[in-house]
């Protein structure tokens, strides 16, 4: 996040007044203040019908004194009351006088009301996290005009911009307004869940998050609204929210730490595109991700706007932290897309890629060895990493078992039932081809958990081991949106898109993966699969030019790149970088030769088709020439034979080097 600070102007700025229509008797909700043949309503006074006093001009003065803080001016209005900037007329350690925030919380003729409200906000005192304002003090004070006792909470004073404010003040490089760039907002979004998933861990609900409650002082983010704030073990019969960003079971169970959630979606929402009507037609939803430009082009981050606003709370994040962590993967991967430098994260959900799948062999036209060994796939795909604090954990630590059916048996002899135990027994009986019962085991377990991700996950797999691509992807799609932050998701939707031949799908979710996480080499293959039979040779070299020259993938990577440049019609350029990287590659001497024989062909192929062109330069040391080419062809075929153990191969592999070899005189 870039650093911010308050500019004078905006400690300065006069209140904004309350405007006429939004006065209303805060006891029979009737209008009250309005102005009458053309003069302007009163601020100040009584309810024509019930009595009730009214004021909508702030209440204290500069130099009033509230307790021991005395008021400098006022700064806002709240959604309780009017809040002030003060300071604390008691000395701190270095002899100066804090600054402080007053806020209005409660306004009642009852003492023990008042005494009662102190007592219930005594525990904002405790609440210490660098992402939430201070709460240092309540204190009580007669209001003025009514002479009704008035608590107030006092809290530090914050020096910089609310995210409300810098949404108002943001422009794009042309100067028009403009939403917030979308990593900053999804950095504000990691922060503000840190604070809120203390506060779920304290037993406290926030309530009314909006972008106007949370404030970016110099690199940091905090909230600084905890007047709506409560005790999730004991919610008042009224409690605060606000149209467009509170969720809409809220008004019939109350706050809960899923709608907490649900806010912070919808003011990332907010903060993010222009999200006109949020307050009416999509108060309780979200546009369509193609009417909206920024979903359309991160559909991770569209997922995880849906899951974090689901109309049901059963469906959305399960807490503070697993939304944060989802958030931190989707802004890892917007800005790996950005600036075409990898963000390798840490996953708490999944293992990293452990093995490879398609690596041996790039998409040709009609070549040799050219197709995906999809059996390799499920086998390779990253693992659901096992809860720690299941029951079953110890004992799945313990097993030694290699083959598929040891593992089976080694899961059905733990004398434990839990969660854990019953999903790693799926995943053995899926790798031992044990499918019938890996679907039974499932059925069971969805009847006890049925919003487990992870029952998609092995569904997904199950199909996938039998050959169903078209039938995996469904359960695939379904995990994504649910941890829309995770790369192994991505990763075998797009394998199980590629094997159903459905580039579209595949190709950019290979390359979100491989883009954000290098570790990940078989989306790298995947991705420059797709890109070749797109006929884009150059972007597929460059997918396969990425994996690390440290990967065990390296070599095979080189040599995919080798016959991506060796595609048909290929250019005289493609054929020596071709050429110069078979040279620069070490081999043994059958990988070398058989692929210089492929180099050679493609080379008089070339050659051929090209009569009167300049054959100016060379392919491993021959020049573009009928005769120089067939030399090396025939050097090739005899170096392959001469490491062929199979004598009949052998003595065609001579006879084929015999027929290209060129005519000569001796």
Same mark, same amino acid.
């Given at each position: 996040?870039?650093?911010?600070?308050?500019?004078?102007?905006?400690?300065?700025?006069?209140?904004?007044?309350?405007?006429?229509?939004?006065?209303?008797?805060?006891?029979?909700?009737?209008?009250?203040?309005?102005?009458?043949?053309?003069?302007?309503g009163?601020?100040?006074?009584?309810?024509?019908?019930?009595?009730?006093?009214?004021?909508?001009?702030?209440?204290?003065?500069?130099?009033?004194?509230?307790?021991?803080?005395?008021?400098?001016?006022?700064?806002?209005?709240?959604?309780?009351?009017?809040?002030y900037?003060?300071?604390?007329?008691?000395?701190?350690?270095?002899?100066?006088?804090?600054?402080?925030?007053?806020?209005?919380?409660?306004?009642?003729?009852?003492?023990?009301?008042?005494?009662?409200?102190?007592?219930?906000?005594?525990?904002?005192?405790e609440?210490?996290?660098?992402?939430?304002?201070k709460?240092?003090?309540?204190?009580?004070h007669?209001?003025?005009?009514?002479?009704?006792?008035?608590?107030?909470?006092?809290?530090?004073?914050?020096?910089?911009?609310?995210l409300?404010?810098?949404?108002?003040?943001?422009?794009?490089?042309?100067?028009?307004?403009?939403?917030?760039?979308?990593?900053?907002?999804?950095?504000?979004?990691?922060?503000?869940?840190?604070?809120?998933?203390?506060?779920?861990?304290?037993?406290?609900?926030?309530?009314?998050?909006?972008?106007?409650?949370?404030?970016?002082?110099?690199?940091?983010?905090?909230?600084?609204?905890?007047?709506?704030?409560?005790?999730?073990?004991?919610?008042?019969?009224?409690?605060?929210?606000?149209?467009?960003?509170?969720?809409?079971?809220?008004?019939d169970?109350?706050?809960?730490?899923?709608?907490?959630?649900?806010?912070?979606?919808?003011?990332?929402?907010?903060?993010?595109?222009?999200?006109?009507?949020?307050?009416r037609?999509?108060?309780?939803?979200?546009?369509?991700?193609?009417?909206?430009?920024?979903?359309?082009?991160?559909?991770?981050?569209?997922?995880?706007?849906?899951?974090?606003?689901?109309?049901?709370?059963?469906?959305?994040?399960?807490?503070?932290?697993?939304?944060?962590?989802?958030?931190?993967?989707?802004?890892?991967?917007?800005?790996?897309?950005?600036?075409?430098?990898?963000?390798?994260?840490?996953?708490?959900?999944?293992?990293v890629?452990?093995?490879?799948?398609?690596?041996?062999?790039?998409?040709?036209?009609?070549?040799p060895?050219?197709?995906?060994?999809?059996?390799?796939?499920?086998?390779?795909?990253?693992?659901?990493?096992?809860?720690?604090?299941?029951?079953g954990?110890?004992?799945?630590?313990?097993?030694?078992?290699a083959?598929?059916?040891?593992?089976v048996?080694?899961?059905?002899?733990?004398?434990?039932?839990?969660?854990?135990?019953?999903?790693?027994?799926?995943? +053995?009986?899926?790798?031992?081809? @044990?499918?019938? &019962?890996?679907?039974?085991? =499932?059925?069971?377990?969805? $009847? %006890? /958990?049925?919003?487990?991700?992870?029952?998609?996950?092995?569904?997904?797999?199950?199909?996938?081991?039998?050959?169903?691509p078209?039938?995996?992807?469904?359960?695939?799609?379904?995990?994504?949106?649910?941890?829309?932050g995770?790369?192994?998701?991505?990763?075998?939707?797009?394998?199980?898109?590629?094997?159903?031949?459905?580039d579209?799908?595949?190709?950019?979710?290979?390359?979100?993966?491989?883009?954000?996480?290098?570790r990940?080499?078989?989306?790298?293959?995947?991705?420059?699969r797709?890109l070749?039979?797109?006929?884009?040779?150059?972007?597929?070299?460059?997918?396969?030019?990425?994996?690390?020259?440290?990967? +065990?993938?390296?070599?095979?990577? @080189?040599?995919? &790149?080798?016959?991506?440049? =060796?595609?048909?019609?290929? $250019? %005289? /350029?493609e054929?020596?970088?071709?050429?110069?990287?078979?040279?620069?590659l070490?081999?043994?001497?059958?990988?070398?030769a058989?692929?210089?024989?492929?180099?050679?062909?493609a080379?008089?192929?070339w050659?051929?088709?090209?009569?009167g062109?300049?054959?100016?330069?060379?392919?491993?040391?021959?020049?573009l020439?009928?005769?120089?080419?067939?030399?090396?062809?025939?050097?090739?075929?005899?170096?392959?034979?001469?490491?062929?153990?199979?004598?009949?191969r052998?003595?065609?592999?001579?006879?084929?080097?015999?027929?290209?070899?060129?005519?000569?005189?001796?």
């Open positions: 996040m870039p650093r911010v600070t308050r500019s004078d102007s905006a400690t300065t700025a006069p209140v904004p007044e309350i405007d006429e229509s939004q006065r209303f008797c805060r006891t029979c909700k009737s209008p009250v203040g309005r102005g009458r043949n053309g003069q302007p009163r601020p100040r006074g009584f309810c024509t019908k019930d009595g009730t006093p009214f004021c909508f001009e702030p209440t204290l003065a500069e130099s009033d004194s509230v307790d021991r803080y005395e008021i400098d001016r006022c700064i806002a209005r709240g959604g309780q009351g009017w809040i900037l003060g300071h604390d007329t008691h000395f701190d350690d270095t002899g100066g006088q804090r600054p402080v925030v007053l806020k209005g919380v409660i306004d009642s003729t009852d003492p023990d009301a008042i005494e009662q409200a102190r007592q219930e906000r005594r525990f904002l005192i609440v210490d996290h660098p992402n939430i304002v709460v240092n003090d309540f204190v009580r007669p209001d003025p005009l009514t002479g009704t006792m008035a608590g107030y909470l006092v809290m530090e004073y914050i020096d910089g911009r609310t409300l404010d810098l949404h108002r003040e943001y422009r794009d490089d042309e100067g028009n307004r403009a939403p917030l760039p979308l990593p900053h907002v999804l950095a504000y979004g990691i922060e503000v869940l840190q604070a809120m998933a203390y506060l779920h861990e304290k037993g406290l609900l926030y309530c009314d998050f909006k972008p106007d409650n949370a404030m970016h002082t110099g690199d940091q983010l905090k909230l600084i609204d905890l007047g709506a704030v409560v005790r999730a073990e004991s919610v008042p019969d009224s409690f605060l929210g606000t149209v467009g960003y509170q969720a809409p079971e809220v008004v169970t109350g706050p809960t730490v899923a709608s907490d959630l649900y806010t912070v979606g919808r003011s990332l929402a907010v903060l993010s595109f222009s999200f006109e009507g949020f307050t037609q999509f108060r309780d939803r979200l546009p369509n991700r193609d009417d909206v430009p920024l979903l359309a082009a991160n559909e991770s981050y569209d997922l995880l706007l849906r899951r974090a606003t689901h109309t049901d709370p059963a469906q959305r994040f399960t807490s503070a932290e697993q939304m944060s962590q989802q958030l931190e993967g989707v802004l890892l991967e917007v800005l790996a897309a950005s600036d075409a430098h990898p963000r390798p994260g840490l996953s708490r959900v999944f293992t890629e452990q093995r490879t799948f398609g690596t041996d062999t790039v998409v040709g036209d009609g070549r060895g050219s197709q995906v060994d999809w059996s390799a796939l499920v086998p390779a795909l990253p693992t659901p990493l096992v809860d720690p604090v299941d029951p954990a110890g004992h799945l630590a313990a097993i030694a078992a083959d598929p059916d040891s593992v048996d080694a899961l059905l002899a733990i004398p434990v039932d839990s969660p854990e135990i019953v999903l790693q027994l799926v995943g +053995a009986r899926i790798a031992a081809g @044990q499918l019938d &019962a890996a679907h039974q085991d =499932l059925d069971v377990y969805a $009847a %006890k /958990a049925p919003h487990d991700w992870r029952l998609s996950w092995y569904r997904g797999l199950g199909e996938l081991a039998a050959s169903r078209r039938e995996a992807r469904p359960y695939f799609e379904q995990v994504y949106a649910v941890l829309p995770e790369l192994p998701p991505k990763l075998a939707l797009a394998a199980a898109a590629e094997w159903d031949g459905d579209d799908r595949a190709g950019p979710l290979y390359e979100r993966v491989w883009r954000t996480d290098t990940y080499v078989s989306a790298a293959f995947g991705y420059a797709v070749e039979r797109r006929g884009e040779l150059t972007a597929a070299v460059a997918a396969l030019d990425g994996v690390p020259e440290d990967n +065990a993938q390296h070599t095979f990577a @080189q040599v995919a &790149a080798i016959r991506a440049c =060796l595609a048909p019609n290929l $250019a %005289k /350029a054929l020596l970088e071709a050429g110069a990287r078979l040279k620069r070490p081999l043994g001497i059958e990988r070398q058989e692929l210089s024989v492929e180099v050679f062909q080379a008089l192929e050659v051929r088709h090209n009569e062109v300049d054959g100016g330069g060379e392919v491993l040391g021959r020049r020439a009928d005769r120089q080419l067939r030399f090396g062809l025939e050097k090739a075929y005899r170096d392959l034979a001469g490491v062929t153990e199979d004598a009949d052998r003595i065609e592999l001579v006879r084929t080097a015999n027929r290209v070899r060129p005519r000569t005189l001796f």
